[in-house]
Every structure is written in structure tokens, then in C-alpha cells.
């Protein structure tokens, strides 16, 4: 599934882009992410923000004078500190978990760009979707212990004892992005991104019969790159 996701995502940006015949933006910077939500008890998840970075390409497809379809795709590494499930042992400073989850993601944004000086001032907002591709959740408990799992990602876990050698997420991940940002004419630029997602990434537990579990994706970024 995770191959078959990122073939179909290369194909796609790489049939828009021969067709529309222009130039290719190289992008990369640094996210602050967070988890946000409840946990399986209901109360409000209290995490700490994660650095975590992106970098991938897109394109500039012209749809009316100033503005513009931008799709593009990215490598993206989100997730959050703190723990997850325990708010309550997470303030006695004896326990943290620090969950990086790593995804391939596609946005897919409207973007407003009128000149302005000798470069071009943009405004860009529109959905992504996202696949996950890999990860790691680091628990440490106090300053001698510290507990390794990876990360898979499924829609429901059945078996209680496959959370002793993984943590697990849902694949999928989509949401809603929106970004400003300023282009030198010589075509390097900046902007400022943020991002909230909108679908829960916690899986089902067959045996947790109330499970009122939501997490979701949030962050903000800056990015920095190149427009051939």
C-alpha cells in the first residue's frame, strides 16, 4: 500500500508538471508539530511541540491572471512530545514519550500570487492528503530507562500484545494547509505554513469497547526554496 501510494503520487505531480510545462519549486524547511485531541478517556491531550522537517517539489499551474493550482509532494516527519495517554504521570517529569511519524504527503492549494516589487508577494490555502510511511515512539522514564517501539499503521488493532513491540497509527492522514510567503525574482523564496489536520490518526482497539480516543495532527512551519 505504502509503494503503491507513492508511485501513484510521483505519477500524478509528474503528469501535471510535463503538461503544464513550467517550472518546478524545490522546497524544504523545519515543522513545530503537535497531537492534538483526546485521549481514550475523553480528557484533552496536553503534548508538547515536536521539531520535526519537510522537503519535497511542486508546481505553479496557471488557472487565472495572479493566480494558481499548486500541487505538489513532500516528505514530512510529524508527531509530538509528551505522553500520549497519561497527562497526569506526564507532569511528574518522570515520564515522556517523544512519537515522530513520518508521512508522504500531497497538498493540493489554490495560491494568489501578484507581483509585487521585483518578485511576487503569495497567499496559498487548500486540503492535503497524507500516507504513513514509517516512525518511531521513544518512552523514557526518568533519566536511566528509556523504551524503543516503531511505528505501524493500522486501522484497528486486535491483539493486546502487539503494543508491547509497536505503536500504532492510522495510514492516512488529510487535512487543510495554508501559507504566505514572498518570491525574489531570481526565484528563491520563503513562507510561513500552517497546518491542521482533520482526520483522527488513532486506530480502534477491539478491546476497548469506549473508546473516546481522538488525535490530530497540527503544526505550523516555515519553508524555504527555489523555483526554476
Not at 84 to 99: I, M, N, Q, R, W
Not at 124 to 143: H, N, T, V
Not at 149 to 162: L, Q
Request: net charge neutral; charged share 15%; proline share 4%.
Amino acid at each position: 500500500m505504502k509503494t503503491k501510494f507513492l508511485i501513484s503520487a510521483i505519477f500524478i505531480f509528474s503528469t501535471l508538471a510535463l503538461h503544464a510545462q513550467i517550472g518546478i519549486g524545490l522546497l524544504g524547511g523545519v515543522n513545530f508539530q503537535n497531537i492534538n485531541g483526546t485521549d481514550i478517556n475523553g480528557n484533552k491531550l496536553e503534548n508538547g511541540l515536536l521539531t520535526g522537517f519537510h522537503a519535497g517539489v511542486n508546481i505553479n499551474i496557471p488557472v487565472a491572471p495572479d493566480f494558481y493550482f499548486q500541487p505538489g509532494i513532500l516528505f514530512s516527519v510529524k508527531g509530538a512530545k509528551n505522553d500520549l495517554f497519561s497527562p497526569e504521570v506526564k507532569a511528574s517529569g518522570d515520564y515522556t514519550t517523544t512519537t515522530k511519524l513520518s508521512y508522504i504527503e500531497m497538498p493540493l492549494n489554490l495560491l494568489y500570487r501578484p507581483q509585487l516589487g521585483e518578485g511576487y508577494i503569495f497567499i496559498g490555502l487548500g486540503p492535503y492528503i497524507a500516507y504513513g510511511i514509517g516512525g518511531k515512539e521513544i518512552s523514557d522514564f526518568g533519566s536511566s530507562l528509556s523504551y524503543e517501539r516503531d511505528v505501524k499503521f493500522k486501522s484497528t488493532v486486535t491483539n493486546f500484545i502487539d503494543l508491547i513491540e509497536n505503536a500504532y497509527y492510522r495510514p492516512f492522514d488529510a487535512g487543510a494547509n495554508i501559507f504566505f510567503g514572498y518570491e525574489f525574482s531570481v526565484g528563491f523564496f520563503f513562507q510561513l505554513n500552517a497546518q491542521l489536520g482533520l482526520l483522527k490518526i488513532n486506530p480502534e482497539y477491539g478491546w476497548v469497547t469506549d473508546n473516546k480516543a481522538s488525535y490530530k495532527n497540527t503544526g505550523f512551519g516555515i519553508s524555504i526554496g527555489y523555483r526554476f
